[in-house]
């Protein structure tokens, strides 16, 4: 069993930055996909950002493109997302993914980008923008 623990989260003011952080832990098995999602109450759960972490291929929601930036570390055990200009709808509760199978999906699908295509989650944190 995989287990996802994101650390990290806080409030900072509108323009600012903030760095989240995911280590997984519990398993051997591989994670081929790590993901990003953001969540507000009420509404859906959103995809943020994708990592395949054998090549380092990214991908992002339009809303954060040249704002945000996913990483791993070198073990590929703690997945990282940098928020540069952050802007108050940022506000969210962030939430780490992972999958353990690479399945079919081209590293840039947009499916990658939709809750279903991911196995284990994390339990999320708090990131508050104010303006």
């Known amino acids: 069993q995989v287990h996802l623990a994101e650390s990290g989260g806080g409030s900072v003011q509108a323009g600012g930055s903030l760095k989240i952080s995911c280590e997984a832990s519990?398993?051997?098995?591989?994670?081929?996909?790590m993901a990003w999602f953001r969540q507000v109450s009420g509404k859906e759960r959103e995809g943020v950002a994708v990592?395949?972490?054998?090549?380092?291929?990214?991908n992002y929601a339009d809303f954060v493109k040249g704002r945000f930036t996913i990483s791993q570390d070198n073990d590929k055990n703690t997945l990282t997302l940098q928020m540069d200009n952050l802007k108050p709808e940022d506000t969210a509760t962030y939430i780490c993914?992972?999958?353990?199978?690479?399945?079919?999906?081209?590293?840039?699908?947009?499916?990658?980008?939709?809750?279903?295509?991911?196995?284990?989650w994390g339990q999320g944190i708090q990131v508050t923008v104010s303006s």
């Open positions: 519990g398993s051997s098995v591989s994670l081929p996909y």
């Open positions: 990592i395949k972490t054998d090549t380092g291929f990214t």
């Open positions: 993914a992972a999958r353990s199978t690479a399945g079919l999906y081209s590293p840039s699908s947009p499916l990658l980008l939709r809750p279903p295509s991911y196995y284990f």
